[in-house]
Each structure stands twice: as structure tokens, then as C-alpha cells.
């Protein structure tokens, strides 16, 4: 039996998951890192941290399988996508700590990218994306601004820029790869996703130099091999994915109309699009899916700025939990929220509102209120916010020609919240599954870099490892469900006219 180790970094930790190639986990890892919040609407991580912490549960992770580094057979990694990362290439050290992706300090050039005539619309066709501040290009133009020395070095040639995965890879191989996959690239806001190359209108747009991008390869390729050093033996690098796609892969969404929801600190739903390319007109996002080869694929994609960092808001803000896992019991120690509402939009709303004013709002409070039905409303905002992208993405789907969903497939930290599946399925309609193996998005880049590294023969392989957990059924009438909505949205009118 062949092993593979995936690296999984995300927004509040680093992980490392050693699987079987039938999918099974051998070793898991993990360790959380600071975050760093210098003024309201900015997000920091050090990118120092990034990488110890993720070199730290890798060691870990080979520890606990038992294995030699000999005995793996490739890694994947997956990552927290937008988050920037500027770095010298002759010291190997971060100019700056890294922008993460729920960082809104580019919205002042966002709105001068808007305000020239054409580029908004010229951006929406290259790359899929909408002018907005969460993709990588505004912060990079930022540090390149704002951090001294960064013109004079890019111009030079000194510095690399990066989403984290061409961080980690820089750090793995000892400053020897400096690559990227598309889907990260894709992130950007850089990206001709039609062609998978660095868009050169857009990169003079934002006065980007070419020679600060990171070289791009299909997602399952072999990136480079690691230093000898720090696992023992020298593993091939074979699998880069941004953490939804990753994930859309791992849950073997290979085909048009299959969608997942991944529920991590924001929630990300993904819809395999086929390898047409057309632009959303319902406020989605048309994105590069994971590619196990130089063809395009696309996926239709929506974004939930803050989905489980509710619950984190929850424990750390309105001290109501002690730990995350026990806002189960607590919201279900209400039979429902007695008509509280709670839009977390700490940030902005993202996908369809895509409203950076927004701010977070409770609704419906009476003097019967109490903290269980503040925690019942905000993980149900988590299911709110996720089906009414759906209903977005449905419209785009039946646009494109692509069949309308059947079932939602679900991983990530919240998806074993079983009555947040339930309140899911009873909105969206149509059954809820959960995979045995939830933790897809490091599946997909284990599954990734085993494509590449011939463990698995092809897709099919994989969609037939792919296994059902649970299955949460509709329990409402479609009417119910819409009053429920029409409550959301009536709440998400009252966030946003703050």
C-alpha cells in the first residue's frame, strides 16, 4: 500500500494528513498560529509562522505514520488561496508579513480599478473574477507600495511574490522552485484563466513585474522535489491546489453539476462548470478548478466570508462557549432561534451581495432572547448564507448549459455539526452528503499528487473510492423554506443599509 502526505495550510492553522492511496488517514497533525489584526479591516499572518508551523506537524505527521520519508510517495499541498506573500529570493525571508485573503486594505485601488472605463468588465473576462480586494493583485501592489525598498527589489529582480503554496514550495525545496498551480493562480486577479498564463494588461495595470510571478503548472505536476534535510530523503512535490478547490476534487466533483460546500472559517460552495468558460451573472465567481492536465476546467464558485469564524466569535467575543465544539449543544438546547437573526458580515458580505460595507447585525431580539438562540441564529447564518449562492449558482448553471444539482456534498470543520446539516438540506431542497473521509481539501492534494506520480490511473480510480458517511434529507415544504429566506434576506437589508 503507497502513501501520500498532504500538507494542508489554512487560514487559523497548519496541518498535515499522511493518507493510504485508498484514502484512508494513517497520521494527522495540526498546530494553530497568531493572527494579527494591525487596524480594523487588516488581516496579517507571519509567513514565517506559516511555514514552521506546517515543516512542524509534516515532521509530526511522518512521525505518528510510522514511516520513513522513503515511503512516501509524493506530497500535495493545499492552501489558503489569495493570502500574499512577498519575499527576498536571496535571504528566503518575508519582506512583510503575508495579506491574508479576509484582508480589505486594497479597496482604495479596487475603486480606481473600477472607476477606469472597461478594466472592471476587461478583469471579469480574463480572470472570472469581480474588482474586489479579498484576490491576491491589490495586496501585492500594497506591499509593493507600502514596504521600503519592495520597487527598487522587484525591479531588480530580488523578490518573489506568491500565494502560500509557492511559499512553502520556495521553503521545501530550498529556494529552488518558485511555481504555483492555476487554481491558485487563478486567485490573483492576474490570471488569464482562458489560456492559463499571466494576463501582461492586467500585470501593467497594477504595475506588477512579470519577473515577481511564480511560474504556473497544472495542479497535478511534479513542482519539484524537497531538501533531503528536512524529512530524511528528498519527496516529489506533485500536487498544488488551492484549499477549494482541493477540496471540490477530493469530493470527486469531476463532472458538470456536481457542487460541494467546504464550512471551514469561511464557506466556500464549488460547482464543477465544465471547460467552457463564461462569466457569472448572478454574483458568482467563474474560477480554474483543479486540472490534472494543461486542459481548462472551470468550476462556478461562491464565497462566505465568515462562515465557522462565527462560532469563534461566539467563544472569543461574546464568551458564550468555552470551545468551539460546544456550540452543538448549546444551539440545540433551543428548539429554534425564536426569530433571531444574526449576519455575520464582520467583513463585508461576500458572493452574491458582494457588499464591502455590510456590517455584522443581530435581528429579532426580544427580552425572551437568550445566548442559545444567538448561537442557534449564527450557526444557522452559515446555512443561510450558503443557499442563497446556491440559488445563485443554479441560475448560472442552467445558463451554461450545466444540470441542475441533486445533492450538496459537504467537508470541513462545521459539516460534522449535524444539525447545521439538517437546516442546510431543509433549505437548499435537495439532500446533504458527507463523505466518510471529511477531510477532503487535503484529500484532493493528496489525490492530486498521486495522479502525478502514477498511484492512481485516472479520475475514475478515484470517484470510486469516494464513499457516503450520512445523508441529510429535506424535512420542510419548499414554502417553509422560502418564508425562511425571505426572513434572511430581509436581515441581510437591514446589515447592509448600515
Not at 531538501?227 to 491546489?241: K, M, N, Q, R, T
Not at 437546516?423 to 499528487?449: H, I, K, S
Amino acid at each position: 500500500m503507497r502513501h501520500l502526505l498532504a500538507l494542508d495550510q489554512g487560514t487559523s492553522s497548519s496541518r498535515a494528513i499522511v493518507f493510504r492511496e485508498d484514502g484512508h488517514i494513517v497520521a494527522l497533525a495540526q498546530r494553530e498560529f497568531a493572527q494579527h489584526y494591525p487596524q480594523p479591516g487588516w488581516v496579517e499572518h507571519d509567513a514565517e509562522d506559516l511555514w514552521t508551523s506546517q515543516l512542524a506537524v509534516a515532521r509530526e505527521a511522518l512521525a505518528g505514520s510510522g514511516l520513513h520519508a522513503r515511503e512516501i510517495a509524493a506530497i500535495g499541498i493545499t492552501n489558503q488561496r489569495e493570502t500574499a506573500v512577498l519575499w527576498d529570493r536571496h535571504t528566503s525571508r518575508a519582506v512583510h508579513r503575508a495579506i491574508v485573503w479576509q484582508d480589505r486594505r486594497g479597496e482604495p485601488l479596487c475603486a480606481q480599478l473600477r472607476a477606469r472605463e472597461g478594466m472592471a468588465e476587461r478583469i471579469v473576462q480574463s480572470t472570472g473574477l469581480r474588482v474586489d480586494a479579498y484576490f491576491s493583485a491589490t495586496k501585492l501592489r500594497w506591499l509593493l507600495d507600502h514596504v521600503n525598498g519592495a520597487h527598487i527589489g522587484a525591479a531588480h529582480g530580488d523578490l518573489a511574490f506568491g500565494t502560500v503554496d509557492s511559499w512553502l514550495m520556495w521553503k521545501l525545496t530550498g529556494g529552488r522552485v518558485h511555481a504555483t498551480d492555476v487554481s491558485n493562480a487563478a486567485r490573483t486577479m492576474l490570471f488569464d484563466v482562458r489560456h492559463n498564463r499571466w494576463d501582461p494588461e492586467l500585470t501593467a495595470a497594477l504595475h506588477v513585474p512579470e519577473s515577481l510571478l511564480p511560474q504556473v503548472f497544472p495542479s497535478a505536476h511534479v513542482f519539484g522535489h524537497t531538501d533531503p534535510e528536512l524529512f530524511g530523503a528528498a519527496i516529489p512535490i506533485a500536487g498544488v491546489a488551492g484549499d477549494q478547490q482541493s477540496a471540490l476534487f477530493g469530493q470527486a466533483c469531476f463532472t458538470p453539476g456536481l457542487a460541494k460546500n467546504t464550512y471551514g472559517t469561511g464557506c466556500f460552495l464549488l460547482m464543477h462548470a465544465g471547460s467552457r468558460f463564461k462569466p457569472s451573472a448572478h454574483g458568482l465567481l467563474t474560477t480554474s478548478a483543479a486540472q490534472p492536465d494543461s486542459t481548462p476546467e472551470y468550476a462556478l464558485e461562491g464565497s462566505v466570508f465568515i462562515g465557522g469564524a462565527v462560532v469563534q466569535w461566539l467563544r472569543d467575543g461574546l464568551k458564550c462557549i468555552e470551545r468551539s465544539a460546544d456550540v452543538q449543544a448549546l444551539a440545540a438546547s433551543v428548539p429554534h432561534s425564536d426569530g433571531v437573526m444574526v449576519v455575520p458580515a464582520f467583513t463585508g458580505l461576500g458572493a452574491p451581495y458582494w457588499d464591502t460595507e455590510a456590517r455584522g447585525t443581530i435581528t429579532g431580539l426580544s427580552r425572551g432572547s437568550t445566548a442559545a438562540h444567538i448561537a442557534r441564529a449564527a450557526v444557522e447564518s452559515i446555512a443561510y448564507q450558503s443557499a442563497a449562492l446556491l440559488q445563485a449558482m443554479q441560475a448560472d448553471a442552467k445558463a451554461m448549459g450545466v444540470a441542475a444539482l441533486t445533492e450538496l456534498r459537504v467537508d470541513g470543520g462545521a459539516s460534522v455539526n449535524d444539525h447545521l446539516m439538517q437546516f442546510q438540506a431543509d433549505l437548499l431542497g435537495v439532500p446533504v452528503v458527507r463523505p466518510q473521509v471529511v477531510e477532503t481539501t487535503a484529500l484532493g492534494a493528496a489525490y492530486l499528487a498521486g495522479l502525478a506520480v502514477g498511484v492512481y490511473a485516472g479520475r475514475d480510480e478515484l470517484a470510486a473510492q469516494w464513499q457516503v458517511e450520512r445523508r441529510f434529507e429535506p424535512a420542510i415544504s419548499r414554502d417553509e423554506a422560502a418564508t425562511r429566506m425571505a426572513r434572511w434576506e430581509h436581515a441581510v437589508r437591514q446589515a447592509r443599509a448600515g
